[in-house]
């Protein structure tokens, strides 16, 4: 597969890097890339006998180089899945959002670990978090202890010591990478220690179960249920499984065409459950038989692919008249054996008809100035499509301004007048928009329709003639004004803004939406049941089940 | 306990000096200081300062020894690792020190130490680790562990390194392969191994993997990890030789579930590998084929860098599967405005490829708003695309694709009107007459034009269309008049241009403005090209005034501005290529599409192996209704054999369909400017298409302005996605 693998800063310095064969001149190797590379680069670069495909995450490069002599025509997909869990491997270890260089340059000895456990003489072997965080179980180095000893300098042997003092005292205060996991490992059976007697060597005592090593978990990659170690227990039993769908939905305001209806759905799951414990789960669009579903949902590699499809090979054996197919339609579920901890059960995606309202649908957007006042109005209405019983959690509206301060010369100096039907609305003077926040809405089916009203005033050049000429003449000092001098503001955080970069802007006029629905599932997805089978300790378990729709980073309407 | 400190270029003596220090303090803290040390060696190599930390080799040994940590050990390894392919020779002295951890009781230890004797290229780290290797697979039958499995896959490495010595242990893995008793892991690591080593010597005869065998293993991928998945289904694809109808669709059957797997490469091997299994089957049911698509557009839901990949085997595939099997929906294909650039270049590409007359208009629409686009690239690609469908499609379609052009003229931005104009000139390639009453538009937007390519096309629609325009040789005086300034390609358009004036009309000012022409290129200009031909001219204007000549106007006439050939873009592949590339779903070959025996040379080309199901032809492919029962089925089969007639006297025809296509020249990777000889279509070219065809993908044909020369270029702008030099 490939040869060599590396972690590279923004600047595409290499930070980690890996043979897997006899491959000379690392450095040299990623230099090439490094002169190569451009922006509008694809992931795949040739140069000179080299093959690079990357992968940018998080400011940091995840780099194969692959000789073309090496391997015929090496799976391309392949080796940028890797790179991909790779990165989610990472982060999943490191237990952080973001993975940072600082981490990667602290934790050198560990990345280079995990890599050499997900690959094997370039093939690759396995990705997935939670059995690599029982195999592989060195602390994490995190970076909030560079602080101690950045002021040290090495050269001085006794202050060596001394940062060697504090970094030994700052240990104690790391955090172990699996919390949980931790207390359960020291009660398991102590049989086993023996067996794996020369891993142990850990120098800290007060980490020692950190590093104590499951011997179950050596075999558990050549066993068949690979991502599941043997003797795993809790004290009790739970599983949580959420439900997240997130809506793209995008909506040229002003011909009415929608360019986008789609909900990418994701299961996720949490497991805490002892033993093998065999969970079956039926959602209403797999006994539905919805072929969208079936067609664009992917699964975790734990699920029996073919627990899911056994009425369709049924039927293509036996004939659609066969009675004994009736019993199939309830069997169809999804069986799996859960790996330990989190992992994301299945993901899908979904075409919404067109016809069917958004989740929250914009239903009018007006500018409109009104010249005898000298005013200019913005008013939007919005209303909900779901559930009567449900509501937002966190709603809010993102209003551009930018068109209007273009259009139309706004005199900042009077405060602008905010109305809305419910929450607040909020001013962003700097990037030009507007923010409603709603937080609570109510959901219903279109009926629940609330609206927003924004009044800036437009420039009196009459009025401000006249104000400048009886200041001039008046004697009276100038009328004190009260609140911030928004013009003031405007000017400032307007200055240096380029013009062209302004009607770049100005092309695409978006009205963003952000909400969170708790408890409700914008395709109707259900989990009709939910078993947990453990047939060598049956122990009482606790399933959680939870619903959430969301908006996607693309939820918008053109206006 | 670290920081970027120890991420800085060292010289070996601090190192050393810090190694001594941790030495002589207390034992609680010199292990950290050590480590730290140890550390600042590892982040060393990783920076290039390799020459310098080989120094330290001596101190490395020496802790070698006294350590028992594994920290320490992983370090060790590691620096061998990364020392030794540079410098086998200094590494030599670790070797004992390695093969201590190899005899350890610790697994972990052992695995580690089995890498790095690996990935030192020394005959005698080579004999140890053969000699373990084959230890290990002696006792195969006995132990079961990691460590197994560890050196079944650290063959394909040894067998780099010296072949001939592998070759026994071979056996030994297909005896894995083909005893089902050992365990599934096992089963595909030895497959594995087999196939890299058989793909990578093309001395080795073609290993294939009997369909029971086959079978067996498919029956356990649900036991198999994600990644072992994948690689049966990548070994299996063009090893599995199924002999019957029955047999591929069983095979079939078992891994379809696998589309549906959360792993994009198992997805897309499975794929890949249905795929090739179509290759034998008989018909295949529209069922099957609603499911590949909509895994197909459920992969498109992925990080960019995967859903590039994935974009480009669909285009792929739509090449290969003309009557497509896939039936994908457009709209997946529309470009977002974050996608990044190489995304957006692919799916204008896929959007291309996807416009039949259904979709055109909805293509069309897409298309016209990218074209008013801020971003300057796409907006020029987007028209090419449009007048490239303009060829494409039949002549109503044209209609639309032209009227959309017209409507961008108006939008009076330059880069689009030049682009327009460019696009034009294949379009009146194609319709000579059809779209005569536009011509005058175009030409208005003369002002405008400032590159060479949209002044080359302007220059030609002048000069092809003059009798339809009064002034068009005053038009054409503000070109020949700055010939000086122009570019070489535009030198050429105009001197061709003025030579054909003079011929067509003969008048003075036409006489006059080629004679300058001619002077000035043959006597200012220094370009050689430029000036024999100019010569060339020269001699045949001359030629035709002497007396005692047969040259009569009309031959020259005939000469300089024959009739041209109607162009036609022609986005098929070679049937041979097609099927390699569809066996390289996934693989580079499949970014470059290109075969891959041009990406690796030395690589076999994977081909189909003959069965008696084998069906050569993609297009003749039946896919059935779902609801077919079992008796219709039965007519089905009888419906087959009339089927596999036609099928064959199909291919009687598009053999012969293929000598008369136009354009023959697709094999030639495309830099090497094809010079298309009017009536010289031969059939020369189809010894070599095994070996050399590029895609000739949404290849645009540019009308040079000479007569029966065409050149040809790709869509995708600088080019890059599409061809490759290694």
């Known amino acids: 597969m490939s040869s060599c693998l590396f972690i590279l800063d923004e600047l595409l310095e290499p930070l980690i890097s890996k043979n897997t064969k006899p491959v000379r001149n690392l450095p040299d190797i990623i230099k090439s890339f490094k002169e190569s590379w451009t922006p509008t680069s694809p992931p795949i670069i040739t140069v000179s006998n080299w093959h690079y495909v990357y992968v940018k995450r998080d400011a940091l490069w995840f780099v194969a180089a692959i000789h073309y002599m090496d391997e015929k025509c090496m799976n391309l997909m392949m080796i940028l899945f890797y790179l991909d869990q790779l990165y989610y491997l990472l982060k999943n270890y490191f237990k952080k959002e973001l993975l940072t260089k600082l981490l990667i340059i602290d934790n050198a000895l560990l990345v280079t670990e995990l890599m050499d456990e997900s690959i094997d003489f370039g093939i690759i072997q396995m990705t997935d978090p939670s059995i690599i965080r029982d195999y592989i179980r060195v602390k994490i180095n995190n970076s909030i202890a560079t602080g101690n000893n950045s002021n040290d300098d090495s050269d001085d042997s006794d202050t060596e010591s001394a940062s060697s003092k504090k970094n030994a005292k700052s240990l104690g205060s790391y955090m172990p990478s699996a919390n949980n996991l931790t207390n359960l490992w020291k009660g398991y059976s102590t049989k086993d220690e023996t067996l794996n007697e020369n891993v142990n060597n850990d120098n800290f005592e007060n980490n020692d179960d950190e590093t104590y090593i499951n011997s179950h978990i050596a075999r558990t990659t050549t066993m068949a249920v690979s991502w599941r170690t043997k003797g795993i227990y809790y004290a009790k039993n739970e599983f949580f499984l959420d439900v997240v769908e997130s809506v793209q939905y995008l909506m040229n305001f002003k011909d009415k065409v929608i360019r986008r209806n789609l909900i990418h759905g994701q299961i996720k799951c949490k497991s805490y459950l002892s033993g093998m414990p065999t969970l079956r789960i039926a959602l209403n669009k797999i006994l539905q038989d919805d072929k969208q579903f079936l067609g664009h949902a992917k699964f975790h590699q734990c699920v029996s692919l073919n627990s899911i499809n056994i009425k369709d090979l049924e039927k293509d054996l036996e004939g659609p008249n066969d009675i004994s197919n009736k019993n199939f339609v309830n069997k169809k579920e999804i069986e799996f054996i859960p790996p330990d901890g989190e992992f994301v059960l299945c993901q899908y995606e979904l075409r919404r008809h067109v016809k069917d309202p958004p989740v929250i649908n914009m239903t009018s957007f007006d500018i409109k100035p009104n010249f005898k006042k000298f005013r200019v109005q913005i008013s939007l209405k919005i209303e909900t499509h779901f559930k009567r019983q449900n509501s937002t959690s966190l709603m809010t509206i993102k209003i551009p301004l930018l068109q209007l301060f273009n259009d139309y010369k706004i005199d900042l100096s009077k405060q602008p007048r905010f109305k809305s039907d419910v929450g607040k609305v909020l001013f962003n003077i700097s990037e030009d928009f507007l923010i409603w926040e709603i937080d609570a809405l109510k959901g219903g089916h279109g009926e629940n329709e609330k609206g927003m009203v924004a009044e800036f005033f437009l420039f009196n050049q009459e009025e401000y003639d006249r104000l400048q000429e009886e200041a001039k003449i008046s004697m009276n000092p100038p009328p004190l004004r009260n609140g911030p001098k928004l013009e003031e503001l405007y000017e400032e955080m307007h200055e240096n803004e380029d013009a062209e970069d302004t009607a770049l802007k100005m092309k695409t006029q978006y009205v963003f939406m952000q909400f969170e629905i708790p408890y409700s599932t914008c395709s109707g997805l259900k989990v009709e049941y939910l078993k947990i089978e453990e047939d060598l300790l049956k122990y009482q378990s606790f399933p959680w089940v939870r619903y959430k729709t969301l908006n996607d980073d693309e939820y918008a309407f053109i206006v | ?726």
Not at chain 2, 54 to 78: A, F, G, M, N, T
Not at chain 2, 253 to 269: E, R
Not at chain 2, 508 to 518: A, D, N, R, T
């Open chain 2, 1 to 726: 306990m670290s920081d970027q400190r120890i991420f800085t270029r060292y010289r070996a003596s601090e190192i050393g000096v810090d190694l001594q220090n941790s030495e002589s303090k207390k034992l609680k803290n010199n292990v950290l200081g050590r480590k730290t040390a140890l550390r600042k060696i590892i982040a060393n190599l990783t920076l290039g300062n390799v020459n310098e930390m080989s120094y330290l080799l001596p101190e490395i040994l020496k802790y070698w020894q006294i350590e028992d940590d594994y920290e320490v050990k992983r370090i060790c390894h590691e620096y061998i690792r990364k020392l030794g392919p540079s410098k086998p020779k200094n590494v030599q002295e670790a070797l004992p020190y390695i093969l201590n951890d190899l005899k350890s009781k610790n697994q972990k230890l052992q695995i580690l130490s089995l890498k790095t004797l690996v990935v030192v290229p020394s005959p005698e780290f080579f004999n140890e680790a053969f000699e373990f290797v084959s230890q290990t697979l002696n006792r195969l039958s006995t132990v079961k562990d990691e460590l197994t499995k560890e050196a079944i896959y650290c063959i394909s490495v040894l067998d780099e390194a010296d072949h001939d010595r592998v070759l026994p242990l071979i056996d030994t893995l297909m005896d894995i392969i083909e005893n089902e008793s050992k365990e599934p892991s096992f089963i595909v690591a030895a497959l594995n191994v087999v196939c890299i080593i058989s793909e990578r010597n093309t001395n080795m005869s073609n290993m294939t993997v009997r369909v029971d065998i086959a079978i067996d293993i498919l029956e356990m991928l649900p036991t198999l990890n994600e990644w072992e998945k994948a690689f049966v289904m990548e070994c299996f694809t063009g090893k599995v030789v199924p002999q019957t109808h029955m047999e591929s669709t069983n095979i079939i059957q078992l891994v379809i579930p696998q589309l549906q797997h959360g792993n994009t490469s198992v997805a897309l091997n499975t794929l890949r590998f249905i795929f090739y299994l179509l290759n034998y089957v008989e018909f295949t049911t529209e069922e099957l084929s609603i499911k590949l698509s909509s895994s197909i557009i459920a992969l498109l839901n992925k990080p960019p860098e995967l859903e590039f990949l994935i974009l480009r085997n669909i285009i792929l595939l739509l090449l290969s599967r003309e009557n497509s099997i896939l039936n994908l929906d457009v709209s997946y294909f529309f470009v977002e405005y974050n996608d990044p650039i190489y995304i957006k270049d692919t799916k204008l590409e896929c959007l291309y490829l996807l416009a039949n007359e259904v979709t055109l208009p909805l293509i069309l629409e897409e298309l016209e708003q990218y074209a008013t686009d801020i971003h300057i690239q796409m907006s020029r690609k987007a028209i090419r695309a449009i007048g490239n469908l303009a060829v494409k499609l039949n002549k109503e379609s044209a209609d639309k694709c032209v009227e959309c052009l017209l409507d961008l003229l108006e939008f009076g931005v330059d880069y689009v009107i030049q682009e327009t104009i460019s696009v034009f000139r294949n379009i009146l390639r194609k319709y000579p007459d059809r779209y005569r009453n536009n011509i005058d538009i175009l030409v208005n937007c003369i002002d405008y034009i400032q590159e060479s390519e949209a002044k080359n096309a302007m220059i030609w629609i002048l000069t092809n269309y003059s009798d339809s325009m009064h002034n068009c040789l005053e038009i054409f005086k503000v070109f020949s008049s700055n010939i000086k300034d122009e570019t070489l390609e535009v030198q050429f358009s105009i001197l061709n241009s003025s030579i054909k004036f003079l011929m067509r009309y003969g008048t003075k000012e036409s006489e006059s403005i080629c004679m300058e022409v001619l002077k000035c290129c043959t006597e200012e200009i220094d370009n050689p090209d430029l000036r024999s031909r100019a010569y060339m001219y020269w001699r045949l204007l001359t030629l035709l005034q002497t007396k005692d000549n047969h040259m009569t106007n009309e031959t020259v006439l005939d000469i300089i501005d024959g009739d041209l050939p109607v162009i036609e873009l022609n986005t098929k592949l070679d049937p041979l290529i097609l099927q390699e590339l569809e066996l390289n779903i996934g693989s580079i070959a499949s970014i470059y599409l290109k075969p891959v025996s041009q990406i690796f040379r030395l690589n076999r080309p994977k081909l189909l192996i003959s069965s008696p199901v084998l069906n050569p032809d993609h297009d003749s492919l039946k896919i059935i209704k779902s609801n077919s029962t079992y008796d219709e089925f039965g007519n089905e089969s009888k419906n087959l054999d009339n089927q596999r007639m036609d099928r064959r006297s199909h291919e009687m025809v598009s053999t012969n369909s293929t000598m008369n296509a136009i354009m023959e020249d697709y094999d030639k990777p495309a830099e090497t400017i094809n010079q298309l000889k009017g009536n010289m279509k031969s059939s020369s070219t189809r010894q070599s298409r095994l070996s050399r065809k590029p895609s000739q993908l949404l290849r645009r044909l540019t009308k040079k302005n000479h007569s029966n020369e065409l050149i040809i270029h790709f869509l995708s702008g600088n080019g890059c996605l599409m061809f490759f030099h290694i």
